[in-house]
């Protein structure tokens, strides 16, 4: 059992995960890359081993140990393998609506399979036509005696061939506050089919797809939340999880990246010695590793404040925003270092730099971290405080939300403004 500042525990974690990574995934990621399909099998041994569980409650078969925890699990898949990583950190986004909104029964019936690596959730919230702006989505519920049929088709669905259990966000109102919410839906439900996976150019192996609902029936008991509840639904889980995931797997891919390159550099030959002792390398790979620790110490801070249920909401901005940003700056000069070497194939850096870019978008883009930031400053925010309002410890918003989060936030969800001045 974890408990807080739990170190001991967490190293033997961190050690589970680096050595299945290294023995189960390592041999595998060129067949992967080459394949440029989906890698399920993977997927679901990282879903039976209990990590997609390690921040569910004990009570509900999980791991209970936290998101630190879960930051090691993340980072350590993705630091040998970016899709694993990636794969990893998309099913914790559902579990998080499901503990925050879901009902006790809701609870008890979805969060032991999914702990147990008997199902595998992930969220359906982007479409084509609105992006990250969730208040533009067109895919539409309808209600009928005894429940809703949907009607959506989502995109850049993170496990989207790989889940069996589908969080979808969709209008129920034509407008205004309180006009989107939130459903359970199982993929065997007549209607719900997956498009063909698009090979992309950088996490390869990771499904990031189109699913499509199409006069699907979901039952009332499916509803997450209260109807209305599905715009606080989806931005709760990407301020509270989808940030610090996705900087996880930015850490991870950073990692390797940095290592790779201290390596390469200290056994390449230059001008009678190694090329780690050129002047111009050498200041290049002191930023590398400055910029690998910066990144890592404001993603772990973020994870423990979560985890002591400390108000927290920008540090978790920023922790996705830095790690994406000297991420990507450290793939930059890895590349440089190697030079031409770095280019081909039979060498990592050119996977690690695509994949690193690859977090750009997911969880609002480094201009939208920026902007909410400012935001929380200047005292204009108009989104809640969530990792207040569901603090770890003791939730002050719990199960069976129906109309509590709308009287604590306000209709819609649009919490007051936070006071000027105050630096997240």
């Known amino acids: 059992m974890f408990g807080q500042g739990n170190t001991e525990r967490h190293d033997e974690l961190k050690a589970e995960v680096r050595a299945f990574a290294e023995r189960e995934v390592a041999p595998r990621v060129a067949r992967i890359e080459a394949a440029g399909g989906v890698e399920r099998g993977l ?46 950190q998309a099913s914790q986004l559902p579990v998080a609506m499901i503990d925050n909104f879901g009902s006790e029964e809701q609870k008890r019936r979805w969060l032991p399979p999914i702990a147990a690596g ?30 809703w049929v949907l009607n959506a088709v989502k995109t850049h669905v993170g496990n989207s061939h790989v889940a069996n259990l589908h969080c ?8 205004g506050p309180g006009s989107l919410s939130a459903f359970l839906v199982e993929s065997e439900r007549g209607g719900v089919s997956v498009r063909p996976q698009v090979p992309a150019v950088a996490l390869a192996g990771f499904s990031f797809g189109t699913v499509v609902f199409e006069d699907v029936w979901v039952p009332e008991e499916n509803l997450l939340g209260a109807v209305g509840d599905g715009r606080d639904v989806a931005d709760s889980a990407s301020v509270l999880n989808g940030r610090v995931n996705l900087g996880a797997v930015s850490l991870g891919v950073h990692r390797a990246t940095v290592e790779t390159t201290l390596a390469f ?5 230059r001008y009678g010695k190694s090329l780690s002792e050129l002047g111009s390398v050498e200041q290049r790979l002191g930023q590398m590793v400055s910029n690998l620790m910066t990144a890592q110490t404001v993603l772990y801070a973020a994870a423990d404040m979560l985890d002591r249920g400390t108000q927290c909401d920008g540090q978790l901005m920023n922790a996705k925003l830095v790690n994406y940003e000297l991420g990507t700056g450290s793939a930059k ?22 994949d690193a870019h690859a977090i750009f978008a997911p969880a609002g883009t480094s201009d939208v971290q920026r902007l909410r930031l400012a935001r929380f400053a200047l005292g204009t925010a108009q989104q ?19 109309g509590r989060v709308t009287a604590t936030l306000g209709p819609g969800g649009r919490g007051g403004t936070a006071p000027a001045g105050r630096v997240p």
């Open 168 to 175: 979808v966000v969709v209008r129920t109102a034509d407008s």
């Open 43 to 88: 997927a679901w041994e990282i879903a039976r081993r209990g990590w997609i569980g390690v921040t569910i409650d004990s009570a509900y078969g999980g791991m209970g140990a936290g998101h630190v925890a879960k930051v090691l699990v993340i980072e350590e898949l993705a630091r040998v393998c970016g899709a694993l990583g990636a794969a990893a």
């Open 265 to 269: 550099a200290a056994e390449r030959q």
């Open 384 to 402: 809640p405080e969530w990792s207040q309002l569901f603090a770890a410890p003791t939730k002050m918003v719990g199960a069976a939300t129906a």
């Open 118 to 147: 008997e199902i595998m959730p992930t969220i359906d919230v982007t479409e084509e036509v609105s992006g990250s702006q969730i208040g533009g989505m067109q895919g539409r519920a309808r209600r009928r005696p005894g429940g």
């Open 333 to 354: 000069l890895g590349l440089e270092v190697h030079a031409a070497s770095g280019l081909f194939t039979d060498r990592p850096i050119e996977r690690y730099f695509r």
